[in-house]
């Protein structure tokens, strides 16, 4: 029988390894896996590559991660924001790694990854500082920058249902990178605010389809990011 | 008798105004953070417009009831928001497919600079000890049928934005179609920058003499 | 007020010109577009170009379409089936043109068309005749060939359910190049079996986002395509 | 006494239950149309196996009871299916997604020709005059982990299939992992062909003598 359902994140995240890369789902706080990121502060894999829109706010969940110094480089659209200090401070002083990519292009490099597709072209960062040193081609008259897949050992994911195949539904904009992660990663593992039978999703409605994940594990109700950041709380706690 | 004879230009609020009217009925919509987003609530009544957010929604709506807030529904600029009837989500790669795929219509954002064959800086100053951080900005340059800029029309130091080339890192090259400041509307053209409209008391002289670019008028 | 909402097929497709370039939704049967093809067959305009998985069956449908020549050239995965007598007699005459394309890449092209990515690499074809003439390129010591997005200036989508916004879910396997589809046309018209309030369909659940869908018209109960084969009828009737 | 002496190898529904067999628990499977699609109802009680269709569903059951067919739910070769709890339904470009991004197990599929060095041609003999047609073919063999193929071992006028390079037009190159015929399972390895078993009553020399390429046997 195929059951993906893990019973604590810490077992969950148990095999993740020094030097392992990771996607982490989330737009800000909005899906992301704090509990699994959690899970992988106490595990302690270090040197890890992390790709993720964002850097985390306060010092809680990614930017506890960061804080821990289990990062070595980032590769996100959006490092800075009013709440992220770990991420800033340690890149100013040359003690992570950055790679900035452009939010659609990290986000279709990572369906590349998940699709098979080695490199497409995009228009997007053309004549700019992120399309230096990249392949520029014509088509059409109109130049286009080449960008290759990214692919990663682990994804990090939250949503909001599962079943036990490990097809998934998310809530809302917590959606955003999770699918796509899903199918980019070795091993995608989910945190869900609930573990439903097979049969109990619509067919019609699954948005991610099992066969790209690999764990899942209950978190029934997942921390507020925003409120840990209000109370300036610090994992690990 | 007159108060503020000094204050030339139009307000943000009134800025934003002038592009809320230049948005047409059915059209698919992406605010930049920021100044950008006041523009959703002033569009006249009567035109349906629909508001894409980079992050995940077609179809948003205004801000939430005090105390109705859903982390989880927020905009690109993580603030919490609402989905009208009809709305939907997708993944961020579907998201961008309307981005990059030419799917939206108009795009409106903020500006450090704007060149006058339409190259934006909006994303860097270049300052090395800064985080470098640029969003979706490319994306939407690229791939929005129309991008509007909103924008003071000098920097805080009197320096103009609408320059001749730019000098921060840019964000896209050619990709801007029309300038609202608090002084003028400029299209740009392939011929250069065209005056449209200019606020109160502002003449062609005292806006070029705050313009690096040459500004030219309609016939 | 948005309402992209058509009375009849007939309107919804009769800015077809001749020698556009159309889309047509369908894995065989499942997904056909039947009345709107129907209508573009009253309306008569020719040489066309056809993106469209398979080549139709019997004298219905896209073969009636072939049947009454208005097709000029044929982009396919699969032209050939049971019932398919109609192209593979033009195509023996001479009197079609093929242009063969592997069924994921098809699919992939049509996407990446909506996707503003005017060109990929992928794994599939490489070192079989329909590489041939395509650049080769090597990614990670594994050979790709670079395949171009297709765009049309039409599509032609069955669904099941649509709102006045173009918001559109499908049926089952009748979903299948429906959604990529309608993102790489200009003007991508979709028959729906029933038209709903803005809404009704789950925002969760929406499949193809009305930003992608131009015209709706309602065909409450579309034909039965088998059934019309074992019939023997052809259209026009 | 013994009848059917002349008959040598295994019926075609042996051949699938050898094929269903090598398919452990938890795989996700994709078969071609034909003689692959006996596979299913071969798999040994015990093993949870999801079959995967390349026209949208995850999920794949049996077939449906006479009466319950239903036109919008079909297979790769167009026949009515149903669909498990569970299931799910996906677009064709997420549906190669999981094809080509490997996300598949296995596919097990039927053969012109396979190479020594696992070569498939599958899907045109060349010749001028047919209609040629692909279908999925080149894609579930370029993005399946693993690729099974089902075949008679000789062509219907005794030609070999197994040769060391193919004539047909190709499928893919270096595809195939491992041949089930009516007369043995071969195992493709970058040290060649190796036999696994052999069907009742076939010796190396009989198989070698049908076999274009050479065949090798384990220590």
Redesign the interface.
């Known amino acids: 029988?195929?059951n993906k359902i893990i019973q604590t994140p810490a077992e969950a995240v148990a095999d993740v390894f020094n030097g392992a890369t990771v996607m982490i789902s989330g737009?800000?706080?909005?899906?992301s896996p704090i509990e699994l990121i959690h899970a992988l502060i106490d595990k302690g894999a270090r040197d890890l590559v992390v790709i993720s829109?964002n850097t985390g706010s306060g010092h809680v969940g990614l930017a506890a991660l960061i804080e821990n110094r289990q990062v070595r480089k980032m590769i996100c659209?959006?490092?800075?924001?009013t709440n992220s200090k770990v991420?800033?401070e340690l890149?100013?002083r040359g003690e992570i790694e950055?790679e900035?990519?452009?939010?659609?292009?990290?986000?279709?490099r990572?369906?590349?990854?998940?699709?098979?597709?080695?490199?497409?072209?995009?228009?997007?960062?053309?004549?700019?500082?992120?399309a230096e040193g990249k392949e520029v081609r014509e088509?059409?008259g109109?130049l286009?920058v080449m960008e290759?897949a990214i692919r990663a050992d682990f994804a990090l994911v939250k949503c909001h249902a599962a079943?036990?195949?490990g097809?998934l539904?998310?809530?809302?904009?917590?959606?955003?990178?999770?699918?796509?992660m899903c199918?980019a990663a070795e091993t995608a593992i989910v945190q869900a605010r609930k573990v439903v039978?097979?049969?109990q999703?619509?067919?019609?409605?699954?948005?991610t389809?099992?066969?790209?994940v690999k764990r899942v594990v209950e978190v029934t109700n997942p921390a507020?990011?925003?409120k840990l950041v209000a109370e300036e709380r610090r994992y690990p706690w | 008798m007159v108060n503020n004879t000094e204050k030339i230009g139009w307000e943000v609020q009134e800025m934003a105004q002038k592009v809320a009217l230049d948005i047409p009925d059915g059209a698919y919509v992406n605010l930049g953070i920021g100044i950008p987003e006041m523009v959703s609530g002033l569009v006249p009544e009567g035109r349906e417009v629909i508001y894409h957010t980079e992050n995940g929604l077609l179809g948003m709506g205004p801000l939430p009831p005090a105390g109705e807030e859903d982390p989880e529904l927020i905009n690109a600029g993580k603030k919490c928001v609402t989905a009208i009837p009809g709305a939907c989500y997708f993944h961020h790669a579907d998201s961008f497919t309307m981005i990059r795929g030419k799917h939206i219509d108009i795009c409106v954002l903020g500006a450090l600079q704007i060149s006058e064959s339409g190259d934006l800086a909006n994303w860097s100053t270049g300052d090395e000890k800064a985080i470098p951080a640029v969003g979706g900005a490319m994306d939407l340059v690229a791939g929005v049928k129309t991008i509007f800029v909103i924008s003071k029309h000098v920097t805080k130091t009197g320096e103009p934005k609408i320059v001749k080339s730019c000098t921060y890192p840019l964000t896209g090259k050619a990709v801007v179609d029309r300038i609202y400041t608090d002084l003028a509307i400029i299209d740009v053209t392939p011929k250069g920058l065209f005056v449209r409209e200019m606020a109160p008391g502002v003449t062609m002289d005292y806006l070029q003499e705050r313009t690096e670019a040459a500004l030219h008028q309609y016939e």
């Not at chain 1, 072209?121 to 500082?129: A, D, I, L, M, R």
């Not at chain 1, 389809?209 to 790209?212: E, L, M, S, V």
């Open positions: 029988m195929i737009f800000g706080e909005a899906g829109n659209s959006f490092p800075r924001s991420f800033p890149y100013k950055l900035l990519v452009p939010q659609g292009t990290l986000a279709e990572i369906r590349a990854g998940g699709a098979g597709i080695p490199a497409f072209f995009t228009p997007t960062s053309v004549g700019t500082p992120l088509f059409n109109q286009f290759h079943d036990r195949y097809n539904v998310y809530n809302k904009t917590a959606r955003n990178f999770g699918p796509v199918t039978e097979p049969g999703i619509d067919p019609e409605a699954v948005v389809p099992g066969i790209f507020d990011e925003s």
